[in-house]
């Protein structure tokens, strides 16, 4: 059957995705920060298994990269030495690297291996991309989970005590609805301080980004929560003195579940692309932390855009991201039942 | 057995406000209702539909609260209880529901619905608790076999015994059937009947019988009482009231029964 | 009628808890506008204090909302104290481009996604239904960010439209059509960003509203009665479509007006979001203030559109009014 099949793509796809990030480390051959003032805007290393004189070597081997006198700030391959790729190198401690540690693979200097590029401080794009992953899929993981958290308490609160607490979480509701997301989003950045550290920084978004957005899950929820609450086994356990507490726990609440999690495949790429706007706009994550959203801001800049085609990594990274949620959403979808209202 | 009636109604007055049009006046479910029921006895309250009766049912157990009027069970007051004594008194007095299928959670199996008073009250643990259901569930006749199936897995016979079995496992001195046998064919009509008068007779338990069927409750019930409009408008022995009704509200209600029907030989108590 | 003016009364409501809401949160921000000039030794204490005082930025909040809301009803908004002026002259050219760049995607937006959406459920063929699913889908899966960006890089590289901004240098200059024309070919690349984003989603709810309405009863009944099917999928289908898609339509414009904003950002379009970036790096909080009020009007103003559109739409509401 095709949908089980695409589920199980989608979820490998997301958690290759989120255990590449978690080994950022280790896969990535640089450091995030980690400069190579030489070599800005470099396109990708190439990958060679044919020489010059046309020998096949099983382990793919880099040119160093030499200026081209022909165009300003060009490169062309160094032809007159080879350095082959090792793998599982033991780096030393580098100036703005994450210190002594093995790495994947990697080459001896003084060649690179930049298979993403390097931006204009001579980044290495792959690094940053890997590090940069840490930040916006988890600060959209995160944000997914006090969005629904807290939409789901207001959300059942309102919907099984009825009446006077309903009316008003409702009618604040409205209001937090009547903002455009986006707006509001800034504008609550805007009251917090503008000059952040990266730990901050992510706890920052984090936390905006997942409590400014309670409202639909609390509608959600509480809809539900009504009508699990008028069904007669539910009456039932009340007439044998059941706690509001426990009808909650063992009645209402785990009707509520599925469409948390439809809602949750729903709203993480949403969230996602919430820190990388903000990033992008210097409101999240600052240099020289990496952030698929501050990477993206380089883009800003005409040359950039037009000349340096890896520099769009980051945007086009998070394309398969955003389809395997989709299709997440979808599966799940199907399963449960309808989550938008 | 004392001859005190085990609850006393007085002015029973519920009031509702109407919410699709805001400037209609408020719907009266009951409009002071005065009712005994004796102890031991099977006592059916019959009324069309929109009469009151689940209302009246609903307030006697504090699922609702009435508007005004008082509820003696045992001589203590039930409407102001609270606490403690509000749930002991939950453990006297029980409320089956008209549909089974809804009053049963579909998510649990029957014997976790069948301890489910008795979990929700803390009472002993989760072995004893389950020896228990199956106990009770023997008590109406269902097997430990259906005991992990889940509700949408039986038939609406079997569910509707199961909601008696659970409503059994406080050790209540009072049912309230609303609608016990309403949407159940004829044969299984008189399974849940007999299950019924079975245990009536065995724990000594009074039964009040919410019903829209005139005829079932006439061979069903001791005596039986007419709400209409939100009053009780005629009461006397079943029988009595089958053959000679007073008020032509029941004359009505009884016209309308073709026949008596087959049930009355089957389950006629003497 | 009266559906209608219970609408605007909620709205007014809403409205005024956007304000509060806005306000009390302006006010928890650490330090105001003048905390930073304290930290200039060249400027005196008592000179931040003497501003300060000025524009009663000592007085307790609920005064401060007070005199705010009395600034409101003078037509101001408040003060800006980054621009040096009150907000409302700051907000109302902006306001206009918004509406402009976001009225121009909506209806450009709904005019395809109806036809599209109508196809997409009428297909015959089931190659014609898999790539348009397929199409949407990618299109959805990419952020509107990549879009803008995108679309900058195809008018930097062929040059066929202006990359960024609303106007040319010279605009002053050119006659009244030559500046329609030229603000129009500034609009084409913003509002089709706007435009791809938010059409996989319409098309979608557009082809499930017409699939299910076209297996109704009385859809086959058109058919059997010999009329031709695109008089039956316009004339008969759609109309009975069309109610939840109106639902759709306030939903719709929401979203344009938040995507708006990264838009106008990327591609220089001068309407409320470069504006809003500016007061944030400024710390002008009335200013924010004012451009969050701004765009919430235009969002119930979207609301109330769709409202009356509804009214317009569906016969069964028109006859529970009366």
Redesign the interface.
Known sequence: MKLPRKLALAASALAGVHFAALAAGFLAPYGPTEQSRAWPYAPPTRLHFFDEEGHVHLRPFVYPLADDETRAGGYREDRSQRFPIRFLVRSPATLGGPGEGWRLFGVDEPARVFLLGTDGFGRDQLSRLLHGARISLFAGLLATGISLGLGWVLGTVAGFYGRWTDTLLMRAADVFLALPWLYLLFAVRAVLPLHLSADQAFLMLVLVIGLVDWARPARLVRGLVLSARERNYVLAARGFGASDLYLVRRHIAPQTFGVLLTQAALLVPQYILAEVTLSFLGLGVAEPVPSWGNMLAALQRYHVLSSYWWMWAPGLALVPVFLSYSALSEALHSRVGPASP | MSDEPLVTIRGLTKRYRRRAAASSAPVEALAGVDLTIERGRVLALVGESGSGKSTLARCLVRLEEPTSGEIHYEGTEVCSLRGEALRAFRERVQLLFQDSAAALSPRLTASEIVSEPLEILGRGDAAQRRRRALELMETVGLSSAEADRRPLDLSGGQRQRLAIARALALKPRLLILDEAFAGLDASIQAQVAAVLQDLRRREGLTYLCISHDLALMSVFADEVAILFEGRIVERAEAARLFAAPAHPHTRALVAAVLSVPPLAEATATS | MARLARRAL??L???F??SV??FV??E???GDFYAEMRLDPRISEATVRALRARHGLDRPLPERYLRWVASLARGELGYSFAYGTPVAPLLWPRLRNTLLLTGTATAAAWALAIPIGVWWASARGPAVRRSLSVLM??L???????LA?AL??LA??TGWFP?GGMTSVGYEQLSRAARFRDVVSHLVLPASALVLCVLPALTRHVRASMASTLEAPFVQAARGHGIPEWRVVFGHALPAAANPLVSLFGLSV?TL???S??VE??MSWPG?GPL??E???A?D?HL??G??LA??V???AGNVLADVLLLAADPRIRAEET
């Open positions: 909620h709205g409501f809403v409205l808890g956007v809401l806005s949160l302006v928890l921000a650490p889908a990618t959805l899966a990419i952020p509107d960010i990549l960006l900058l890089l930097v590289r990359a929401a007006t938040s995507m904003l990264l950002i990327v409320l809003l970036l007061a944030i790096l710390r909080f924010v203030l451009l969050v765009s919430t235009l969002l119930l």
